[in-house]
């Protein structure tokens, strides 16, 4: 079992830059495949990153490609998202995920542990 904090967060202009990051307790966050899912209000939880156990494979939602960097630090148990060029309707609530699997990689609902998710609020 994985227990995962996102602290960070915040208030941005819109064009500028941000840095989630993601920590998991446990010895075991290498073994886990990682996402990250944002939730705007009225919205369904969308899929906007993942990356595989070593970090080699990575997998970017269609709205973020190009912008957003998923990576992760297995030695520090810390999973980031570099965010360039925000736009304001990146503005909604982050959560990283944990799964085992490197497949259905969008889905919600076949992700096992949950971060109680942060605030990025981007201004016009």
């Known amino acids: 079992q994985v227990q995962l904090v996102e602290p960070g967060g915040g208030l941005v202009q819109a064009g500028g830059s941000l840095r989630l990051s993601c920590a998991a307790s446990?010895?075991?966050?290498?073994?886990?495949?990682m996402g990250w899912f944002r939730q705007a209000p009225g919205n369904e939880r969308e899929f906007v990153a993942a990356i595989a156990w070593s970090g080699v494979m990575r997998y970017y939602g269609d709205s973020v490609k190009g912008r957003f960097t998923i990576s992760r630090d297995n030695a520090k148990n810390t999973m980031y998202l570099q965010m360039n060029s925000l736009k304001p309707e990146d503005t909604a609530v982050y959560y990283c995920?944990?799964?085992?699997?490197?497949?259905?990689?969008?889905?919600?609902?076949?992700?096992?542990?949950w971060g109680q998710g942060t605030q990025v609020t981007v201004s016009s």
């Open positions: 446990g010895r075991t966050f290498g073994s886990y495949v």
């Open positions: 995920a944990a799964k085992a699997a490197y497949a259905s990689l969008t889905e919600v609902y076949d992700y096992n542990f």
